[in-house]
């Protein structure tokens, strides 16, 4: 089965920055493609970026562009997001998750992932 482990969370003011992490265990890491996922209350959730299994390719949300970057470690099984520029907006749940497929079509929605982990709390004050 498998396991995703967020962490790196916290509190930052506007225009800081944080850096998530995820750790994979369970399977095949360099299988998977990855993504994140956030989720602010009364919103839907909603994808932040989406990597593939190699790392060559990437999609990012138009809210993010330019200020977030997924990448990953195929050797140490690890996903990350770097946030730079932060905002108020920003300011939600945020999942790691697992797919064995990726989509060219729509790839950042959510129902495409089948593996979450539970989240890490990322807010950002103005």
């Known amino acids: 089965q498998v396991q995703l482990v967020e962490s790196g969370g916290g509190s930052v003011q506007a225009g800081g920055s944080l850096t998530l992490s995820c750790t994979f265990s369970?399977?095949?890491?360099?299988?998977?493609?990855m993504g994140w996922f956030r989720q602010a209350p009364g919103k839907e959730r909603e994808g932040v970026g989406v990597?593939?299994?190699?790392?060559?390719?990437?999609y990012y949300a138009d809210s993010v562009k330019g200020r977030f970057t997924i990448f990953r470690d195929n050797d140490a099984n690890t996903l990350s997001l770097e946030m730079n520029s932060l905002k108020p907006e920003d300011t939600a749940m945020y999942y790691c998750?697992?797919?064995?497929?990726?989509?060219?079509?729509?790839?950042?929605?959510?129902?495409?992932?089948?593996?979450w982990g539970q989240g890490t709390q990322v807010t950002v004050s103005s």
């Open positions: 998750a697992a797919s064995p497929e990726g989509r060219q079509v729509r790839p950042l929605e959510p129902i495409n992932f089948g593996f």
């Open positions: 369970g399977y095949t890491y360099s299988r998977y493609y």
């Open positions: 990597i593939s299994r190699g790392g060559g390719t990437t």
